[in-house]
């Protein structure tokens, strides 16, 4: 075994704060063993303050790529010597990657959530989506949504000021969907879901044991939708049980989460992603937690 900072060992890993037991390396080391790669990945829960003094000092790092979340997806960005075009309009990155002497960020999440839509086999195309909550994920969802050819977009907050900004950055480019905004509040809620074809939660809201219902149970709609939590754990939150049990057909964040992880192994490797062996790596850490 060689040691760290060995030219032959590539070193990936991923920058958030704070990053609680994240799936990432499980994936990406199952990933890596698939090519017999000398690669491996690592967590690095990092302060703000530690995150900028590392982001300022990104040339002499002995990375060759890394994964960035909550809460340095767009902090990361002018830190950067190039940006995808994708992720330029998202605003967002989530998958930097050394490419010669230069820095260059990718965003992988928003293909993510269009994997567990197409895994569903539900194309956005003229169709009306509510989604809740505005914040990261939120604007992946949103773009990805847009990027389909929605028809319309409803976006719920508490903060109305974070879904003005996403229909700001988004309209621009794709002036043909009807961008609208609404308070979080069961007024608005009921008939906006009347129209629904697809609810997105994308709020915290689920994640923890005792955690309400984001919506009452009166508020889905009687038609048949495809209900979506980009929550993953738990694998069946309340939200989406009681989806189910109203007939509704659910997803959640896992195929998001891995697939954005897929992405993010081919930018970094230029290999065809070896999904199943992902999964399951990914089923391993979900099943054990
Ligand atoms: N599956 C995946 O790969 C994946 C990827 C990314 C995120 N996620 C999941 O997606 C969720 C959101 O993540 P994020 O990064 O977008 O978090 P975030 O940036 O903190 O945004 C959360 C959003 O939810 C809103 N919110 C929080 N509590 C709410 C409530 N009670 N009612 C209504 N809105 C509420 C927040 O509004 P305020 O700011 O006004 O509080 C904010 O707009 C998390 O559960 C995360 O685990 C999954």
Same mark, same amino acid.
């Given at each position: 075994?060689?040691?760290?900072?060995?030219?032959?060992?590539?070193?990936?890993?991923?920058?958030?704060?704070?990053?609680?037991?994240?799936i /990432? +390396?499980?994936?990406?080391? !199952?990933?890596?063993?698939?090519? %017999?790669?000398? *690669?491996?990945?690592?967590? @690095?829960?990092?302060?703000?303050?530690?995150?900028?003094?590392?982001?300022?000092?990104?040339?002499?790092?002995?990375?060759?790529?890394?994964?960035?979340?909550?809460?340095?997806?767009?902090?990361?960005?002018?830190?950067?010597?190039?940006?995808?075009?994708?992720?330029?309009?998202?605003?967002?990155?989530?998958?930097?990657?050394?490419?010669?002497?230069?820095?260059?960020?990718?965003?992988?999440?928003?293909?993510?959530?269009?994997?567990?839509?197409?895994?569903?086999?539900? /194309? +956005?195309?003229?169709?009306? !989506?509510?989604?809740?909550?505005? %914040?990261?994920? *939120?604007?992946?969802?949103? @773009?990805?949504?847009?990027?389909?050819?929605?028809?319309?977009?409803?976006?719920?907050?508490?903060?109305?000021?974070?879904?003005?900004?996403?229909?700001?950055?988004?309209?621009?480019?794709?002036?043909?969907?009807?961008?609208?905004?609404?308070?979080?509040?069961?007024?608005?809620?009921?008939?906006?879901?009347?129209?629904?074809?697809?609810?997105?939660?994308?709020?915290?809201?689920?994640?923890?044991?005792?955690?309400?219902?984001?919506?009452?149970?009166?508020?889905?709609?009687?038609?048949?939708?495809?209900?979506?939590?980009?929550?993953y754990?738990?694998?069946?939150?309340?939200?989406?049980?009681?989806?189910?049990?109203?007939?509704?057909?659910?997803?959640?964040g896992e195929?998001m989460l891995l697939?954005q992880g897929?992405?993010?192994?081919?930018?970094?490797?230029?290999?065809?992603?070896?999904?199943?062996?992902?999964?399951?790596?990914?089923?391993?850490?979900?099943?054990?937690?």
């Amino acid at each position: 075994m060689r040691a760290i900072g060995d030219k032959d060992i590539q070193i990936f890993g991923i920058f958030g704060f704070p990053l609680g037991h994240t799936i /990432s +390396p499980a994936i990406h080391n !199952a990933a890596f063993d698939v090519y %017999g790669l000398k *690669a491996f990945y690592s967590v @690095f829960e990092r302060p703000p303050v530690r995150f900028r003094f590392l982001m300022r000092n990104l040339k002499s790092i002995l990375l060759n790529g890394f994964n960035v979340t909550v809460p340095y997806k767009e902090a990361v960005i002018p830190y950067l010597d190039r940006i995808d075009p994708m992720a330029r309009k998202i605003g967002a990155v989530n998958t930097v990657k050394k490419e010669g002497g230069a820095w260059v960020g990718y965003n992988t999440d928003y293909e993510g959530f269009l994997a567990g839509l197409k895994q569903m086999r539900f /194309s +956005p195309k003229g169709k009306t !989506a509510v989604i809740l909550g505005a %914040g990261g994920a *939120a604007r992946a969802v949103s @773009f990805g949504l847009a990027h389909q050819g929605i028809r319309r977009l409803v976006i719920f907050d508490v903060i109305e000021k974070k879904a003005q900004d996403i229909v700001r950055a988004y309209r621009r480019f794709y002036p043909a969907v009807e961008w609208v905004i609404r308070p979080m509040k069961d007024e608005y809620l009921e008939p906006v879901l009347k129209e629904a074809d697809l609810l997105v939660n994308a709020t915290p809201v689920g994640l923890h044991a005792g955690d309400p219902l984001i919506i009452k149970k009166s508020f889905f709609p009687k038609r048949k939708i495809l209900v979506y939590d980009l929550i993953y754990r738990p694998r069946l939150p309340r939200f989406l049980k009681l989806a189910k049990s109203l007939g509704h057909s659910v997803v959640n964040g896992e195929t998001m989460l891995l697939m954005q992880g897929a992405r993010a192994f081919e930018i970094w490797t230029e290999k065809k992603a070896p999904v199943q062996v992902m999964r399951k790596a990914m089923d391993d850490v979900l099943r054990a937690s």
